[in-house]
């Protein structure tokens, strides 16, 4: 069974920087999309970032509120996806998410993911 454990929240001063980890075990694939999204209170889960893998060939994906200040990577060796976070502002407080999809694709809706963690939380104040 694949688990996915988040790591690396807390709380940080706007224009601070966070850097968010997704530690994968339980399953071996050679295509994948790796995914992050977040949720506020009182609002829908979004998308925030993909990174698809396939046969170490990887493309990312952005939502256009986090593109030019949030990094998708990703250590193959370790089994870890990062999200690098710069310049956050207090509009980026969520829970965030991983998740991993077995389809490969600019995957940017929840359902089109099989597996989650259980979320960290980011605040960030102004």
């Known amino acids: 069974q694949v688990q996915l454990v988040e790591s690396g929240g807390g709380l940080v001063q706007a224009g601070g920087s966070l850097r968010l980890s997704c530690a994968a075990s339980?399953?071996?694939?050679?295509?994948?999309?790796m995914g992050w999204f977040r949720q506020a209170p009182g609002k829908e889960r979004e998308f925030v970032a993909a990174m698809t893998i396939n046969w170490n060939i990887g493309r990312r994906y952005y939502a256009d509120s986090v593109k030019g200040r949030f990094t998708i990577s990703r250590d193959n060796g370790k089994n870890t996806v990062y999200l690098q976070m710069n310049s956050l502002k207090p509009e980026d407080t969520a829970v965030y998410y991983c998740?991993?999809?077995?389809?490969?694709?600019?995957?940017?809706?929840?359902?089109?993911?099989?597996?989650w963690g259980q979320g960290t939380q980011v605040t960030v104040s102004s």
């Open positions: 339980g399953g071996t694939f050679s295509r994948y999309t």
């Open positions: 998740a991993l999809g077995l389809v490969v694709g600019p995957n940017v809706r929840d359902y089109e993911y099989d597996y």
